[in-house]
């Protein structure tokens, strides 16, 4: 038997460590691939175009988005955010399974256009908890972090509709229950398609 890919979508607020666990993830876990966001923002830390993010500007994007080349796409801290829909149809053609990491706006959009896409909600153990991982970061000015934790409290109230919610108050246990998650939807009997013998 074989099977069609799976679309697993991964939201949580900023510093939860939703990239450092898909990171871990696509590393061990065979058979699934990150999607590589395009956006509008510059690069942070150690972050490489094309690896990290497809990084281009405010028209490039707008043009993306007349032509209908994003499946979701929305504007974070005034910056525009968007996954290519070709990538993500090819692969998910080819029995691939593929991991997203996009916020809860960007997750509703996919929803209802792919039904069977797995959403998972990346909760921090505490809001005092997410405050001192943001300013840890030291990417952000506090008027940032500020905003940031606004936004958090909104997105936090959205993680009802996601199928399932992991706490990172343990960031290997939190690894480790995505994988599980990824396993048992792989393991679904209406996702395999019939053997030609």
Not at 161 to 176: C, G, H, P, Q, S
Request: hydrophobic share 35%; with cysteine.
């Amino acid at each position: 038997m074989t099977r069609t890919g799976n679309l697993f979508i991964v939201s949580a607020p900023s510093g939860c460590g939703k990239t450092t666990i898909v990171d871990r993830i696509v590393r061990t876990v065979p058979g699934i691939g990150r999607s590589i966001s395009v956006t509008t923002r510059t690069p942070r830390g150690k972050e490489r175009p094309g690896k990290d993010y497809i990084f281009v500007s405010d028209a490039v994007f707008k043009r993306k988005v007349k032509s209908g080349d994003f499946i979701e796409w929305a504007q974070n801290f005034g910056y525009y955010y968007g996954t290519p829909r070709k990538n993500v149809g090819d692969a998910l053609k080819k029995g691939k399974d593929v991991i997203l990491t996009i916020d809860v706006k960007g997750a509703s959009q996919i929803r209802r256009k792919i039904p069977g896409s797995v959403l998972v909600f990346i909760m921090p153990p505490s809001a005092k908890v997410l405050e001192r991982r943001l300013k840890a970061r030291a990417t952000d000015k506090a008027a940032a972090v500020s905003e940031r934790l606004k936004t958090a409290k909104k997105e936090i109230a959205q993680a009802h509709k996601y199928d399932y919610v992991i706490t990172n108050d343990e960031l290997d246990r939190a690894i480790n229950m995505l994988q599980s998650i990824i396993i048992a939807k792989r393991c679904e009997a209406h996702k395999l398609k019939p053997m030609n013998i």
